[in-house]
């Protein structure tokens, strides 16, 4: 690894494990373990109130706040969920509590399963919106979305959120029947910090210089 990318701490600005995990194994080729935080690793702080009317404006909210709260950091932040065109998109920025609270994956996933019960139309999009920030400003934006179809039933025992009911047609498996590597290289969160990651590298390298 570059020595230039030891310049700046990257926080992952979020509390959710399924995506940290996501975040830590795509990046880890690049950043070692001891610069890349999370939420946990530091002192608390207060939490934003995602109240932004699109996955990309969420992520501007948690990125801008936890940059001002440590602003010697990289803030890595995002938002993500899935979107069902024949559902109005839904549920779309609700996607963690399309059921309710508290938040609770099968609540959602037999939520949604009841909503499309009469749609012959599946077809669906997972999406994330990641931005980078530093010290109460923007520097990056990166989307990421992928295509397929809601299952009846769920299918699969791996990943989190909507996965198991998520089929994805190019490998013929729900997200939740495919090995992390797998997932990573096709996903909405693998295409979004890909380009988060690349970004990173250039920036880092760029302030070493």
Known sequence: MNP???????????TNPGKLAEFRELLQSEFPAGL????ADLPAVTVPQENGGSFLANARIKALHYSRA???MLVVAEDSGLEVPSLCNAPGVHSARYA???PSDERNIRFLLEQLSHHKDRDARFVTEAVVARDGRILFHGRGEVKGKILESPRGDGGFGYDPVFFYPPLGKSFAQLHQFEKNAVSHRGLAVKKVKQFLMKTLAEKRD
């Open 70 to 72: 440590f602003p010697v």
């Open 4 to 14: 230039a990318y030891r310049d700046i701490p990257i926080l992952l600005a979020t």
């Open 100 to 102: 309710g609270n508290p």
């Open 36 to 39: 890349v935080c999370c939420l």
